[in-house]
């Protein structure tokens, strides 16, 4: 059974930073993407960040380019998103999700070629 399992998130002002982590457990895909989701409220999800785990391509936002970093720990079975210079419309739930690289190939920040995820972070930046 696979299972993501998100942790980091919490409160931070304007211009802090905060580092998410997924830890995944049951996955056995050796080319595979992992991505960063997030959702605000009264809007729809929003793709920040992927990354190729077979040869560490990433890919992101132009909401979040240059601020946000995914990368990954292998040994570790884990995905992390350093993000820096937060602004208050970074506030979100943020969820990790995972999916055989073929079934995001061509949109890896789109949310509907992930068939696992995670339960979820909440991030909040205040002004």
């Known amino acids: 059974q696979v299972q993501l399992v998100e942790s980091g998130g919490g409160s931070v002002q304007a211009g802090g930073s905060l580092r998410l982590s997924c830890t995944y457990s049951g996955y056995t895909y050796s080319s595979d993407c992992m991505g960063w989701i997030r959702k605000a409220p009264g809007k729809d999800r929003e793709g920040v960040a992927a990354i190729y785990t077979g040869g560490g391509a990433t890919y992101y936002a132009a909401s979040v380019k240059g601020r946000f970093t995914i990368s990954q720990d292998n040994a570790k079975n884990t995905v992390y998103l350093q993000m820096h210079s937060l602004k208050p419309e970074d506030t979100a739930i943020y969820y990790c999700?995972?999916?055989?690289?073929?079934?995001?190939?061509?949109?890896?920040?789109?949310?509907?070629?992930?068939?696992?995820w995670g339960q979820g972070t909440q991030v909040t930046v205040s002004s």
């Open positions: 999700a995972a999916a055989p690289f073929f079934r995001v190939a061509g949109n890896v920040l789109g949310e509907r070629g992930y068939n696992y």
